[in-house]
């Protein structure tokens, strides 16, 4: 079937060290996006891409980093110049005949 | 910044129909309302989205008043299993460009 593929979909990291979240889909879809869920809190944008090779910040990209090489595949780096990483994250690609958005399931990315 | 308001919170009896407003006061002529809930720790599901006129599915019914500047969501039965938080957004049909989710309305059905 197809969908968005999030991984790893829970992931324990030390302070200091970079992160790496796979997001992969086969729906064909253009537009890949990248939010962020807080606690109690609605979902912030860090990244999106509209089209391979091309991404532009979100609200929040400070700390983040994205690459688009591939139409399948949107991987977010949490480097460690992002000074509150413990989150919520979720992957989303559109449709764009309909503009509606679908989601991975998300990953939980601890920092002890 | 989000361009639409909703309550944070909402309750409704089990039966019942749930009526979740969201204020789009700003909504362009070619930005649809979609509609989208989030149960705890799940990526965010679609529900239903419309332009101007009032649109029904399997799932619930989008009110979109005629100046479009409102919209209400409806669950005509709804039940324990819709516990979530509902988001409402705007935005252009096949647009790729940014999008803003805000906090949302956390509907809880109560037995």
């Known amino acids: ?112 | 910044d989000a361009k639409t308001t909703q309550p944070p919170s909402m309750d409704c009896a089990e039966g019942r129909a749930a009526n979740l407003p969201c204020n789009h006061s700003t909504i362009s002529g070619n930005e649809y309302v979609y509609w989208y809930r989030q149960i705890h720790s799940q990526g965010p599901q679609y529900i239903i989205h419309g332009l101007k006129n009032n649109e029904t599915n399997e799932m619930a019914s989008l009110i979109i008043t005629e100046d479009r500047k409102s919209s209400t969501l409806i669950l005509p039965h709804a039940t324990l299993r819709d516990t979530a938080v509902y988001y409402c957004i705007v935005r252009g049909q096949g647009g790729s460009e940014k999008l803003v989710f805000g906090k949302g309305t956390k509907l809880t059905v109560n037995p």
């Open chain 1, 1 to 112: 079937d197809g969908g968005i593929t999030q991984s790893p979909k829970y992931l324990f990291r030390k302070e200091g060290q970079n992160v790496t979240l796979s997001c992969e889909q086969n729906l064909n879809h253009d537009a890949m996006y990248w939010y962020r869920q807080d606690p109690g809190q609605g979902l912030r944008l860090i990244y999106y891409s509209q089209i391979v090779n091309d991404f532009q910040k979100g609200d929040i990209a400070e700390g983040y980093s994205v690459s688009r090489e591939k139409k399948e595949s949107f991987p977010l780096t949490v480097t460690s110049a992002q000074k509150n990483p413990t989150a919520f994250y979720l992957c989303a690609s559109t449709r764009t005949d309909t503009g509606e958005l679908f989601f991975g399931e998300g990953s939980r990315l601890t920092v002890l």
